[in-house]
């Protein structure tokens, strides 16, 4: 099958299929934000907005949408609030598409739903994707890779680096990271048995680490008010 036309309501219905597996109550949005090309608009979604901790914000990678979020989005939820937010463009479009669905074949039946998912967020016009496509070049390739600067990053900010065991990215990353920041607080977790997807293959184990993760910056924020509070006493 050949697909060449995007419908924007056949993926609000795809969407709406997936996020139908949430427990938590969520809301969707779309963000205005001013770009160089001009005003664009983030299809956004937020659950547990009440909350007052420190906010959780997901962003998907390429070819995809908030809806890959959706083993995620419960337990990340629970106690703080998360938003993730879609980067969408054509320019995205992967043709293997056939292991998205196996992911998520425990909760969504219909093994067609996330195929025509990634298909439908990706065939629409660009928009928050052009964000992200004047910080690279190529496929891939930072224009200004983190790594060059992560040693200006302040030191009392922790930094908790996941990988899959079978990814292809590169992650001996992380140990450069840390030799870089020798007296700040950088964990690395690598999860056994997953590729890029993770959080898709294994999401009660990588939910666990991001929720310790925020927990850890909780702690670290408390302290430092406490500290403001003193000083100011």
Same mark, same amino acid.
């Given at each position: 099958?050949?697909?060449?036309?995007?419908?924007?309501?056949?993926?609000?219905?795809?969407?709406?299929?997936?996020?139908?597996?949430?427990? #938590?109550?969520? #809301?969707?949005?779309?963000?205005?934000? !001013?770009?160089?090309?001009?005003?664009?608009?983030?299809?956004?979604?937020? $659950?547990?907005?009440?909350?007052?901790?420190?906010?959780? /914000? $997901?962003?998907?990678?390429?070819?995809?949408?908030?809806?890959?979020?959706?083993?995620? $989005?419960?337990?990340?939820? &629970?106690?703080?609030? /998360?938003?993730?937010?879609?980067?969408?463009?054509?320019?995205?479009?992967?043709?293997?598409?056939?292991?998205?669905?196996?992911?998520? !074949?425990?909760?969504?039946?219909?093994?067609?739903?996330?195929?025509?998912?990634?298909?439908?967020?990706?065939?629409?016009?660009?928009?928050?994707?052009?964000?992200?496509?004047?910080?690279?070049?190529?496929?891939?390739?930072?224009?200004?890779?983190?790594?060059?600067?992560?040693?200006? $990053?302040?030191?009392?900010?922790?930094?908790?680096?996941?990988?899959?065991?079978?990814?292809?990215?590169?992650?001996?990353?992380?140990?450069?990271?840390?030799?870089?920041?020798?007296?700040?607080? /950088?964990?690395?977790?690598?999860?056994?048995?997953?590729? %890029? %997807?993770?959080?898709?293959? &294994?999401?009660? /184990?990588?939910?666990?680490?991001?929720? #310790?993760?925020?927990?850890? %910056?909780?702690?670290?924020?408390?302290?430092?008010?406490?500290?403001?509070?003193?000083?100011?006493?």
């Amino acid at each position: 099958m050949f697909w060449n036309q995007f419908s924007s309501e056949k993926l609000e219905e795809l969407e709406g299929i997936i996020l139908s597996t949430l427990r #938590t109550p969520y #809301t969707t949005f779309h963000v205005p934000v !001013e770009l160089k090309s001009g005003s664009e608009e983030i299809w956004t979604i937020s $659950l547990n907005s009440e909350s007052k901790k420190t906010p959780l /914000v $997901l962003i998907h990678g390429f070819a995809a949408g908030i809806g890959f979020w959706c083993r995620n $989005l419960d337990e990340l939820s &629970k106690d703080r609030p /998360v938003y993730a937010i879609d980067l969408l463009g054509p320019w995205l479009i992967q043709r293997g598409r056939s292991d998205i669905a196996a992911k998520f !074949e425990d909760i969504i039946e219909d093994n067609s739903v996330f195929p025509n998912y990634v298909y439908h967020c990706n065939a629409q016009n660009p928009t928050g994707e052009r964000a992200a496509y004047s910080m690279i070049w190529g496929y891939g390739w930072s224009k200004n890779p983190m790594l060059l600067r992560i040693d200006k $990053l302040k030191k009392d900010i922790p930094l908790s680096l996941i990988f899959g065991s079978n990814t292809w990215m590169d992650i001996s990353i992380g140990e450069k990271i840390k030799d870089l920041r020798p007296d700040c607080s /950088v964990d690395i977790k690598i999860i056994d048995d997953t590729g %890029h %997807h993770l959080y898709s293959e &294994k999401p009660d /184990v990588f939910n666990d680490i991001v929720v #310790t993760a925020c927990h850890l %910056h909780d702690k670290t924020s408390d302290v430092n008010e406490n500290e403001i509070g003193e000083n100011y006493s």
